[in-house]
Nanobody, 120 residues
Framework: QGQLVESGGGLVQAGDSLRLSCADS????????MGWFRQAPGKEREFVAA????????NYVDSVKGRFTISRDNAKNTVYLQMNSLKPEDTAVYYC?????????????WGQGTQVTVSS
């Protein structure tokens, strides 16, 4: 089945940057598109970004375009989410997902999440 483990979350101030990482173990990483979702308190989980199997294509939700960058390193079985110019509205639990489909991205396997808190 494999396991997805997120790291890199934390408490930062508005305008700061964070890089989230998600390490995948136990599956053939390059066979999956990878993505990030987030869920803020009292809100539904929303799609943030996805990257195709070898990193050639990416998709983002409009609210993070120009600020967040998703990338992957298939040699390290890891996907990243570089988050710049963070805003308080980016505060959420961020989840990594592996999926068979890239566009639209659907998570078939999920990590446990990492908390990102952005103070104003």
């Amino acid at each position: 089945q494999g396991q997805l483990v997120e790291s890199g979350g934390g408490l930062v101030q508005a305008g700061d940057s964070l890089r989230l990482s998600c390490a995948d173990s136990g599956r053939t990483f390059s066979r999956y598109a990878m993505g990030w979702f987030r869920q803020a308190p009292g809100k539904e989980r929303e799609f943030v970004a996805a990257v195709s199997w070898y990193g050639g294509n990416t998709n983002y939700v409009d609210s993070v375009k120009g600020r967040f960058t998703i990338s992957r390193d298939n040699a390290k079985n890891t996907v990243y989410l570089q988050m710049n110019s963070l805003k308080p509205e980016d505060t959420a639990v961020y989840y990594c997902a592996a999926g068979f489909r890239f566009d639209p991205f659907r998570g078939d396997y999920w990590g446990q999440g990492t908390q990102v808190t952005v103070s104003s």
